[in-house]
């Protein structure tokens, strides 16, 4: 492609408080509709807005962990617009002021996007067409909505849903919002454009021309509603816009929305520019000061995110880094791993072995089990780590059994489906269903004269040389001693009986 692509995000999310931004309506979309408002959030002429605290401290504490400056001295402002689900006609945002301003997101080791500014607002009701009517249902209206706007830094449609997805595990990290795009608490919102190499320059957040040739409009893309369709319509609009240039036709600076049917993007509206929503301070609402000890108060709620932890799981406890980002993309399975590393540490220093000396065969196994049969069972069961019914405990000495050869790998995944089901401790498991692996070297013993005996022919072949044969007796072995065999003594133990 002859062109450069410039890409920023507009990111609103639904705040989890248990009010409204500016009533006491209960913050709840999902009873009857119309039931969760009042005179305030309708709009009624003489009503005054009162600002959730909650809504604002939260916004602060998503801006201090993303590394953001603070307004502290912030206020409210009066966006004007005419929309059929804003009953006021205008809704409370803000602007020249937001609360949070140049922050930026790591989203891998190397790589971080520079965040604009964050602030706080109030969202519409919600609009529901039908062939022959639209209803609306106000419940929504007047919820508190973050909004997140990165700098215009973003290089391609890989890279903008990268950076979407990193930012609902901080604010499920955070716990600020569920940040569910399917249910609506996160929407995302692209802004596009496509530049002639060498005709433009990024300079003070801004995007500049290098001559006085007219550089070509950003595009708007609304109506995205999951990581996938963000990805899809980017690429779309990349493609849009790169064949409209090649035929010389002109960019219009306009918002389109995103079709999940067609996979197109279709134009909805002339760009509003910001004059035209003709912002004024809210008279309503007076300016805010944030003091220091509040803003202290707010510091020390500030956890580690999915990115730190990640890099810890790998530094500290020695997770591959593709391992640790799996585990840190959610908080709560990021707690289990830690308690499970922690459960092994007291355990193998408990045998008088030293946790530098096993720390990578443990690792091994641990991540093994964590990374790739947990999250079977998640899929397979449609579950998550809130499902779980057993302990890190119980899994750290499921892993101790297997690496003490009490049980073998087989007898290991048969305990453990046992514990995802209905929990238990491994060692009862092991016991009640007799799967305690065979290390009795006589009983053993008689079991591969036996199975020697049954077949001779390959006996007598893999005496004479035929190396190859070893999988077959040991498979032979294992099925006659019900899977209880130790398999990684077997093959000295069946040669030495062989060659007696």
């Not at 709620?301 to 890099?311: D, G, M, S």
């Not at 019914?389 to 046992?418: G, H, M, P, V």
């Not at 072995?477 to 398999?487: I, L, Y």
């Amino acid at each position: 492609m002859n062109y450069d692509v410039i890409i920023g995000l507009e990111i609103h999310t639904e705040v989890k408080t248990a009010s409204k931004m500016f009533c006491s309506c209960a913050n709840r979309f999902d009873d009857p509709a119309n039931t969760n408002t009042c005179p305030i959030c309708l709009g009624h002429p003489g009503t005054l807005p009162l600002p959730n605290k909650s809504a604002i401290e939260k916004c602060l504490l998503l801006g201090l962990a993303l590394n953001c400056q603070i307004n502290q001295h912030s206020k409210f402002d009066r966006k004007n617009y005419f929309y059929p689900d804003l009953p006021k006609g205008y809704q409370i945002s803000q602007y020249d002021l937001p609360f949070c301003h140049h922050g930026r997101l790591a989203i891998s080791p190397d790589r971080h996007i520079d965040i604009t500014r964050i602030h706080l607002e109030e969202d519409t009701g919600k609009l529901s067409h039908s062939s022959s009517y639209s209803a609306i249902d106000f419940n929504r209206a007047g919820a508190p909505l973050i909004e997140l706007v990165t700098e215009p830094v973003l290089v391609n449609a890989a890279e903008a849903k990268h950076f979407c997805q990193h930012f609902q595990q901080t604010l499920r990290y955070l716990q600020i919002s569920d940040a569910d795009m399917e249910k609506g608490q996160m929407r995302c919102e692209a802004n596009v454009s496509l530049q002639i190499p060498g005709s433009w320059l990024y300079e003070d957040g801004q995007i500049k021309a290098t001559s006085d040739q007219q550089l070509n409009a950003k595009v708007e893309v609304k109506n995205i509603n999951s990581f996938k369709a963000l990805e899809k319509a980017i690429n779309f609009e990349i493609e849009r816009q790169s064949k409209a240039l090649d035929q010389k036709q002109h960019i219009s600076p306009e918002t389109r929305g995103w079709n999940d049917q067609t996979n197109t993007t279709v134009s909805q509206r002339v760009k509003e520019t910001q004059a035209d929503y003709r912002y004024f301070p809210e008279p309503d609402i007076p300016a805010l000061i944030i003091d220091e000890t509040w803003l202290t108060e707010i510091k020390n709620q500030v956890v580690e995110l999915p990115q730190a932890k990640a890099a810890r799981l790998a530094s500290e406890y020695g997770f591959s880094r593709a391992d640790a980002e799996l585990l840190a993309s959610d908080t709560l399975l990021a707690n289990f791993a830690e308690e499970l590393m922690s459960e092994l540490y007291e355990w193998i220093n408990s045998t008088g072995d030293t946790w530098e000396r096993q720390k990578n065969t443990l690792v091994k196994l641990a991540s093994g089990w964590l990374t790739t049969e947990l999250f079977k069972h998640f899929k397979i069961n449609n579950e998550s780590i809130t499902d779980i019914r057993f302990t890190a405990e119980n899994l750290a000495e499921l892993i101790s059994l297997l690496y003490q050869d009490k049980i073998n790998s087989s007898a290991a995944q048969i305990i453990f489906n046992q514990m995802y089901q209905v929990g238990g401790d491994p060692s009862q498991i092991m016991i009640d269903l007799n799967l305690e692996q065979l290390d009795n070297d006589e009983a053993l013993s008689e079991i591969i004269r036996s199975v020697l005996a049954e077949h001779p022919e390959q006996s007598s072949a893999f005496k004479a040389g035929k190396t190859t044969l070893m999988n077959f007796l040991v498979g032979k072995v294992m099925a006659a001693s019900g899977g209880k065999a130790n398999p990684k003594t077997l093959p000295d133990l069946i040669t030495k009986i062989i060659n007696s």
